[in-house]
């Protein structure tokens, strides 16, 4: 009899473990498991641009991804924030290529598009509650929608509408989620550009914050050449200062490991640009790791490398428009 009981616990442990496979093999399904600890949320809406505070500091944060702007800015936005700061995060991709969080959730090694893209809903749920930690509403964060590992292609190959990107993961060619910004998009450079120049246009951001050109993720580095691009098809009463800040380099952040008495150093290979640090207070550090922890779905994966971001500062490079590489074609092309 007791045999028997325990054949049937194996039985049903095997039955559950091999659910989230089965789920898998069903087409046009969306992985429920991706979603498991956000299910109760609904995806953020679609926002127009906020309109600018007259008299106001308006910081523009450009990310590639959901997460970037709080490991390399949690802090900084937060501090903005309290000091009535107008901050508006836009998103240049909605992380939906990430390989190893996908393949954690559903536990299939099948690349079906509705699993990649049911993980790119995930991670703008996670960055609307990142962000509300920070004190930024979520009528101030924009999704626009470009694919993840695709920011290299957009800014070179696939640079005109004629010539869509279609990424490999999610197998679409246009801005697919129901809060892109602008659904009537492409996946190319010269809409990305528009996207952003619209932006630029409409929130005449005093500061903005990007990529550095020599960061290490090619999303990061083709990031650089879309807001330049934007900023050359704007006439602005102000130029901005534009403000760079890195995320992936060699060896960086050191220690991996949650460090709160430790400063970030410059990186070594880039150690040749100005840079400036803000400090820290131990309140803002508490937030930006509490903003970080909202990002479950990368903390599962890479969580040691998230959390050595959490220091007694944050750094970023200074820069202006012809110091920094364009590569890209001529506006308006």
């Known amino acids: 009899m007791r045999r028997h009981g325990t054949r ?16 898998g093999f069903i087409p046009g399904l969306p992985h429920p498991f991706i979603d498991l600890f956000l299910w109760w949320v609904p995806p953020p809406p679609r926002v127009e641009v906020v309109a600018p505070i007259p008299g106001a500091e308006r910081v523009l944060v450009v990310s590639p991804h959901p997460d970037d702007e709080v490991l390399a800015l949690g802090g900084t936005i937060a501090q903005l924030k309290a000091e009535g700061h107008q901050v508006l995060v836009v998103f240049l991709t909605n992380g939906d290529a990430n390989q190893a969080a996908k393949k954690l959730f559903t536990l299939s090694p099948l690349r079906r598009a509705e699993d990649y893209r049911a993980l790119g809903y995930r991670r703008q749920k996670e960055a609307v509650a990142a962000l509300r930690i920070l004190g930024v509403p979520k009528n101030a964060v924009i999704f626009l ?51 952003l120049a619209t932006i630029l246009r409409r929130f005449s ?114 820069s202006i428009v012809s110091a920094l590489p364009m590569g890209l074609p001529a506006p308006g092309r």
């Open 145 to 195: 929608g470009y694919p993840d590992q695709g920011l290299t292609a957009l800014a070179n190959r696939n640079w005109q509408r004629e010539n869509p990107y279609t990424s490999p993961y999610t197998r679409a060619n246009y801005p697919f989620y129901s809060n892109s910004f602008n659904p009537s998009a492409l996946y190319c450079g010269e809409d990305l550009v528009a996207d």
């Open 8 to 23: 049937r616990r194996k039985w049903i442990a095997g039955g559950i473990l091999l659910l989230p496979v089965a789920l």
């Open 205 to 318: 951001p005093t500061v903005i914050y990007f990529p550095h050109p020599e960061d290490g993720h090619p999303d990061h580095r083709a990031a650089v050449g879309l807001v330049l691009a934007a900023l050359l098809t704007v006439e602005m009463e102000e130029q901005p200062e534009l403000r760079l800040y890195v995320v992936h380099a060699p060896s960086w952040p050191a220690p991996r490991r949650l460090a709160m008495d430790l400063a970030l150093t410059v990186p070594a290979a880039l150690d040749q640009w100005e840079w400036s640090s803000r400090e820290l207070a131990e309140d803002l550090m508490g937030l930006k790791l509490a903003a970080i922890r909202a990002y479950s779905s990368q903390r599962v994966t890479n969580g040691r490398f998230l959390v050595s971001f959490v220091r007694a500062n944050e750094l970023y490079a200074t």
